[in-house]
């Protein structure tokens, strides 16, 4: 469905507070633990955010319908609102690691909202762009600032946070379909205004965290996290970015794969109705929430180098069975898919959190905005192979994308409390 002083000293040392509601608590040690109230506010605005975000792939075959498009034309909505927010995280990232903005988030949120009303009213093609751009930019400014406040939020758990960042997240995009199918489905594409409500009801819980963020960050004392002695040198930190990028490339383009044109797939391979392959999609993308979920905070235990090991690298044999199976495998097949690829994402965040911890916001912004940019030009790239060689073949090849996580065993050994 998002300062006088540098953050990076406020990541290194986390502090809390035990109630949201206490504006400009004392500093507290980051032993007591995690805030969950707010790490559950922000997971919660995350799912406000991502179930909006998918509204626009869920909405697809009735965009297809309205407008006579092409899976190019489809692919090139996806790329118009992930490409705006891939370009724009990492700048915004970097800015706030500069000089924190608490208030960015519902100012961002306030594009989403627009965005939504802009495109339930669209009468064109050139419009829905538009609105798609104005939806991706609320998303750019809404990812890198709000995993920051996830990690001042943790209390140094910081993999834990993260996933429970991110379930919010998942559980707003499976949801996403299932709001289609119910609503966008039967209404039409008007209906789709009708969740600008959410997005104004995340303006004002975002501005009363950026309360909470503002009373965290004022006043403390500008200082750079010390490097731990046995951490990686620059050159290895660098090569290990590369392979957290390659690793990522492999699961967003996969997901791309799957999250804008698996209902097309079933469709025609299996001639089920619009709403039925919506359900099947919320089946995949809500077991993406449930792996998140349950495997995040496994990173904090055993180490995160075999998280994403497993992420990616696990789900290539069902990857591989998928464009052969019938129409009940191919929901089995997808659960397993989506359960096992998420917790790639976060697991890869926090690595590189700890590979960079002085830039929190760039690196968040950076692998969030690369994230996006993904998805949308594998969106763009995928279409355009459908529309030459049949949506079959695009699964056929992307099948052996999570092969890449083999490149995981080039991560290094973090020591423990790098960050």
Same mark, same amino acid.
């Given at each position: 469905?998002n300062k006088?002083?540098?953050v990076?000293?406020?990541l290194a040392?986390?502090?809390?507070?035990?109630?949201?509601?206490e504006?400009?608590?004392p500093?507290a040690p980051a032993?007591?633990g995690?805030?969950y109230?707010?790490?559950?506010?922000?997971?919660?605005l995350h799912f406000l955010?991502?179930?909006?975000q998918?509204l626009?792939?869920?909405g697809y075959p009735?965009?297809?319908?309205n407008?006579?498009?092409?899976?190019?034309?489809?692919?090139?909505i996806t790329?118009?609102?992930? @490409?705006? *927010?891939s370009? =724009?995280?990492?700048? &915004? /990232?970097h800015?706030?690691?500069?000089?924190?903005?608490p208030?960015?988030l #519902?100012?961002g949120?306030?594009?989403?909202?627009l965005?939504?009303?802009?495109?339930s009213?669209?009468?064109?093609?050139?419009?829905i762009?538009?609105?798609?751009?104005m939806?991706?930019?609320?998303?750019a400014?809404?990812h890198?600032?709000?995993a920051?406040?996830?990690?001042?939020?943790s209390?140094?758990?910081?993999?834990?946070a993260?996933?429970i960042?991110?379930?919010?997240?998942?559980?707003?995009?499976a949801?996403?379909?299932?709001?289609?199918a119910?609503?966008?489905?039967?209404f039409?594409?008007?209906s789709?205004g009708?969740?600008?409500?959410?997005? @104004?009801? *995340?303006i004002? =819980?975002?501005?009363? &965290? /950026?309360?909470?963020?503002?009373?965290?960050?004022?006043?403390?004392?500008? #200082?750079a996290?010390?490097?731990?002695p046995?951490?990686?040198?620059?050159?290895?930190?660098?090569a290990a970015?590369?392979?957290?990028?390659?690793?990522l490339?492999s699961?967003?383009?996969?997901?791309?794969?799957?999250s804008?044109y698996?209902?097309f797939y079933l469709?025609?391979?299996f001639?089920?109705?619009?709403?039925?392959?919506?359900?099947?999609?919320?089946?995949f993308l809500g077991?993406i929430?449930a792996?998140?979920?349950?495997?995040?905070?496994l990173?904090?235990?055993?180490?995160?180098?075999?998280v994403i090991?497993f992420s990616?690298l696990?789900?290539?044999?069902?990857?591989?069975? =998928?464009?052969?199976?019938g129409?009940?495998?191919?929901a089995?097949?997808?659960?397993?898919?989506?359960?096992?690829?998420?917790?790639?994402?976060?697991?890869?965040?926090v690595?590189?959190q700890?590979?960079?911890?002085?830039?929190?916001?760039?690196i968040?912004?950076l692998?969030?905005?690369?994230?996006?940019?993904?998805?949308?030009?594998g969106?763009?790239a995928?279409?355009?192979?459908?529309?030459?060689?049949?949506?079959?073949?695009?699964?056929?090849?992307?099948s052996?994308?999570?092969?890449?996580?083999?490149?995981a065993v080039?991560?290094p050994?973090?020591?423990?409390?790098?960050?």
């Amino acid at each position: 469905m998002n300062k006088p002083v540098s953050v990076d000293a406020d990541l290194a040392a986390p502090v809390v507070s035990t109630e949201l509601p206490e504006l400009v608590a004392p500093a507290a040690p980051a032993h007591i633990g995690p805030t969950y109230l707010v790490l559950g506010g922000i997971s919660f605005l995350h799912f406000l955010n991502d179930t909006r975000q998918s509204l626009i792939p869920s909405g697809y075959p009735i965009l297809k319908a309205n407008y006579a498009l092409d899976f190019g034309q489809i692919g090139l909505i996806t790329l118009t609102s992930q @490409f705006t *927010a891939s370009l =724009l995280q990492p700048l &915004i /990232g970097h800015f706030t690691d500069k000089k924190a903005q608490p208030f960015s988030l #519902a100012i961002g949120m306030g594009s989403t909202f627009l965005g939504l009303l802009l495109l339930s009213a669209a009468h064109s093609y050139a419009v829905i762009l538009i609105a798609a751009a104005m939806i991706g930019l609320g998303s750019a400014v809404f990812h890198p600032e709000s995993a920051r406040i996830a990690r001042l939020a943790s209390g140094g758990r910081y993999g834990m946070a993260q996933s429970i960042f991110q379930v919010g997240g998942n559980a707003g995009t499976a949801l996403g379909p299932v709001l289609a199918a119910l609503v966008v489905v039967p209404f039409g594409q008007p209906s789709i205004g009708w969740f600008s409500i959410l997005a @104004f009801v *995340a303006i004002v =819980l975002l501005a009363r &965290i /950026g309360i909470w963020y503002r009373g965290r960050i004022a006043g403390t004392p500008k #200082a750079a996290p010390k490097p731990h002695p046995h951490a990686p040198g620059r050159r290895r930190v660098l090569a290990a970015l590369v392979v957290l990028v390659a690793l990522l490339f492999s699961k967003h383009m996969y997901m791309a794969s799957l999250s804008s044109y698996y209902t097309f797939y079933l469709i025609e391979k299996f001639h089920v109705s619009t709403q039925t392959a919506q359900l099947f999609l919320f089946i995949f993308l809500g077991s993406i929430a449930a792996g998140v979920f349950f495997r995040g905070p496994l990173g904090d235990r055993f180490g995160r180098r075999y998280v994403i090991w497993f992420s990616i690298l696990g789900a290539l044999p069902f990857t591989l069975a =998928l464009p052969y199976a019938g129409l009940v495998t191919s929901a089995v097949l997808t659960m397993f898919i989506g359960f096992i690829l998420a917790s790639a994402t976060s697991a890869i965040i926090v690595f590189a959190q700890e590979l960079v911890p002085h830039r929190l916001g760039m690196i968040s912004g950076l692998f969030f905005g690369f994230a996006f940019g993904i998805a949308g030009v594998g969106a763009a790239a995928l279409g355009e192979l459908a529309d030459h060689y049949g949506i079959d073949f695009v699964y056929q090849v992307c099948s052996f994308l999570p092969a890449l996580g083999l490149l995981a065993v080039l991560l290094p050994k973090m020591p423990r409390h790098a960050h």
